[in-house]
Each structure stands twice: as C-alpha cells, then as structure tokens.
C-alpha cells in the first residue's frame, strides 16, 4: 500500500512530463474503437477470458504454453475485474468475485452505468472456482477465445484460440525474443537455466543489472532488478531451473512509457493512446494518461517498427509496448504487452471523460476500500458523477477480507496541483491507492 503523500507527488511529477516538448506527428490513424470486441475487430462474436490460465494442485506447469504466474486468484480476479465495463460484442467470463458495474451494485449504480456506457458494455457470464472457466469455454463450442495468453490444450483447444497459431502470442511476449522486433532494445544476454546457474556469465556483467523470464510471465513476476548480491541470490531461488536473460540497466531514465497500438487483422495499425507508466519501489502502479499526447518521433518509430514485424508474422490485438527513454534522449523498448493492457478501457473512455473535463489528465491504478461496493461508490457519489474519480472496475468477495478493491481513474483538468489534492482528499476517505494483497 501507498503512503498518500508520497503517491501524491509522484505521480505529480510522473504526470507532467508528456506535455514536454512540441507535439509529434503521429505515424498511424488514431483507433476509432469504442470496445474491446472493437479493438480485437473479430468478424464473429467471441468469448473473452480476461485472465491467466490455472493449474491445479494435481496439475503440473507443463503443456504447449508454460506461463510463469505467482499470484494468487484474487489478484486475478481483480485483473480481469478491469475488463468487464467494456466487452462490447464479446462474451466476458468472469468469477464470482468480480463486480459487474451495471448489474451487481445497487438499482441505482446499475442504471448510472447503463445510461453512460450502454454501448460499450458487453454479456457477463459467470464462473465459479479457479477451473470453471474451462466449463464455460467447452459450453459455448463455436465461439473463439481471446485471452491474454493461450492454453494448455488439455484445458482450452488451440484451435479455440482467436489467433490461427496461438504461438505467436507466446513468441511475441516473449522477453528474451525483442530484439526480433527491432535493435532498439538494451544490451542483454540470453542464458539457458544451467548457464545461468553455472554463474560464468557474471564475469561480464556486474551489478546492477535486471533478470528477466524470456518466457512469458504476468504481473511483473518474471523480472527482477538486482542491485545487490542478495537480489541476485533472491532471483535465483525465484526463477531457477527457467530461461532467462541479463539486461542492462538503464539508471538515468527520463521516461518511462507504454504505448498502444491496435493490429487489425488486414495488418492495418491504428493508435489506441499512450501514457507514462509510474513504478513506485521497481513495481508497476498505474499509469498517467494525457489523453491528446503522442508519442514522440523517437517513440513512434520503434513502436512502429515492432507493430509491423508482428503484423508480418500474421498477429493481430492489441500490442502494447513499454519503452524508456534515457538520459540520453535514447529510446528503448523493454517490454512486450501482445495483449489487452491494464491502462487499455481508459482509452475508451471517449465522450464521458470530455462532457465532464476541459483536458483530462488521468492517474489510473487500484485502490482498496474498507467496505461492500455499495458503500464505496455511495461515500463517492459527488466524486464519480463529477468524474474526478471513473472506475472501470471492482472486485469484492463477503467471504474474503470485506475489502472492495476497485480499478479507477483520478481524473482532473490539466491542473497538477489539483490531481494531488484529489489522491490525499480520497486516501482521508479510506480510498488508499494499491490492490492490498
């Protein structure tokens, strides 16, 4: 959990820095989409799993499509809780624990919800336990399933997945496989699990450095940034007997951002939005969104580089990239989103955000609430309406910790000042930035 203050002025100083600069040109029509079935622009309809894959206590992590994920299934839960608001023509599954902002919270919220996101909101269909998911796929046998990751095969079939060849999204996410995309990415070495261990490679990197999962991992779980001998003794323990690369790391950062592309399946690419990233303590914790900024030159042209060498490869999504720009100037890309982004339904936030603001400026994120969603979003009222405070998704469950946690936006009018004080106003009222598990 966040300590407000400090959350205050981070993202104070995170948010301004896209409005440095002139305006860049920017290389690819802007995305049109309104959904999420939009920007997956599918010719049929489909089933959307918003979540990573789960394998049992009886199950080993073996089959077509390993997937490194520690986290337990509230946060997974959680994750695809984000997703609900904006399913458009897709069929959502979702557990038990995700909230369902036009049906689950009260006569009132529910229609609040419907008059404003009408068009956007798509079917919810229910599941329940970590594995139930897979009875819901088998129960709908004509239907594609666009997920983040595809699965084993004895769970979900390949040919399910809304990809011809579901390797691509194992390729493309792939962290060891970047330079594939483009030569702008840090300098780095490729280990095999026994070389790693064998420890010769550190002869020609000393600390610090960052360890990555080549394979693809969630949540942040497959990186680890090593300062010290004892973080490198950590993710050793933590990722042994994997494939992993060493790569530079890049200490004078500038920027840190994330930008989304959306591939039509013709190869066309359009641009969904881009934001800079805030990492608080080496970990992800939101993103801080000008809605009119684009990125720069720099910026552009190795998002567009690696966009059309995965459009070549016949893949289309939503590709997500995460680049730093160093103190340099230099850009690099060091991170691959092949998939929906946790930022993604703030870029379809469209007419609500511009009836309510003159130039929204956004710090997006979870925060927790010591209480049921009706509670949360009645002490909230005159901030939602006002839309300082937009959520796009919540997750409660009675039998955990009576904690809501909810995916929202702050949202103010190009004024830095202002922003700050909204994250101390709603941390007085119990809102506390950060997911709490």
């Given amino acids: 959990m966040?300590?407000?203050?400090?959350?205050?002025?981070?993202?104070?100083?995170?948010?301004?820095?896209?409005?440095?600069?002139?305006?860049?040109?920017?290389?690819?029509?802007r995305c049109t989409a309104g959904s999420l079935s939009d920007l997956f622009a599918l010719s049929e309809q489909a089933l959307h799993l918003p979540r990573y894959p789960h394998y049992g206590s009886g199950e080993a992590l073996v089959g077509d499509y390993q997937y490194f994920f520690l986290r337990g299934e509230r946060y997974r839960s959680c994750q695809a809780a984000r997703f609900l608001l904006f399913g458009g023509d897709f069929i959502t599954l979702a557990d038990q624990g995700a909230v369902h902002l036009a049906a689950d919270i009260s006569a009132y919220w529910s229609g609040f919800f419907r008059e404003h996101f009408a068009g956007q909101i798509g079917a919810i269909l229910r599941y329940a336990g970590p594995t139930d998911y897979r009875h819901r796929v088998v129960e709908h046998p004509h239907l594609r399933v666009v997920s983040p990751h595809p699965f084993d095969s004895a769970h979900i079939p390949a040919e399910r997945f809304y990809l011809d060849d579901p390797t691509l999204a194992v390729r493309l996410n792939d962290k060891g496989r970047l330079h594939e995309l483009t030569e702008r990415v840090p300098r780095h070495e490729r280990l095999s699990p026994e070389s790693f261990a064998q420890g010769r490679w550190r002869e020609r990197w000393s600390l610090p450095f960052v360890v990555k999962l080549t394979e693809p991992c969630g949540g942040g779980d497959g990186v680890a940034l090593c300062r010290y001998e004892r973080d490198l003794l950590e993710a050793s323990h933590?990722?042994?007997g994997r494939p992993l690369k060493i790569e530079q790391y890049l200490q004078d950062i500038r920027n840190n951002f994330n930008v989304q592309l959306q591939i039509a399946p013709d190869g066309e690419i359009s641009y969904i939005g881009g934001s800079v990233q805030r990492v608080v303590d080496g970990a992800y914790a939101g993103n801080?969104?000008?809605?009119?900024w684009v990125p720069p030159a720099a910026v552009a042209a190795v998002c567009d580089q690696a966009a059309r060498a995965a459009a070549a490869l016949r893949w289309h999504g939503v590709c997500g990239l995460d680049l730093i720009e160093d103190g340099a100037g230099e850009v690099w890309l060091i991170d691959p989103n092949f998939r929906l982004n946790g930022s993604t339904p703030f870029f379809l936030l469209g007419d609500y955000l511009t009836d309510r603001h003159r130039r929204p400026q956004l710090s997006t994120g979870y925060f927790c609430y010591p209480g049921t969603p009706a509670e949360l979003f009645d002490r909230f009222h005159r901030e939602?309406?006002?839309?300082t405070l937009v959520p796009v998704g919540a997750h409660y469950d009675a039998r955990e910790d009576g904690c809501t946690r909810l995916y929202a936006a702050v949202v103010s009018d190009d004024d830095p000042q202002r922003h700050a004080g909204l994250l101390r106003a709603f941390a007085a009222k119990q809102l506390l930035s950060g997911i709490g598990l």
């Fill in 288 to 292: 801080c969104i000008d809605p009119q």
């Fill in 384 to 387: 939602i309406h006002r839309g």
């Fill in 238 to 240: 933590r990722f042994a």
């Fill in 2 to 29: 966040y300590i407000p203050q400090q959350l205050a002025s981070q993202v104070l100083s995170t948010w301004v820095r896209p409005q440095r600069g002139p305006r860049a040109a920017l290389p690819w029509p």
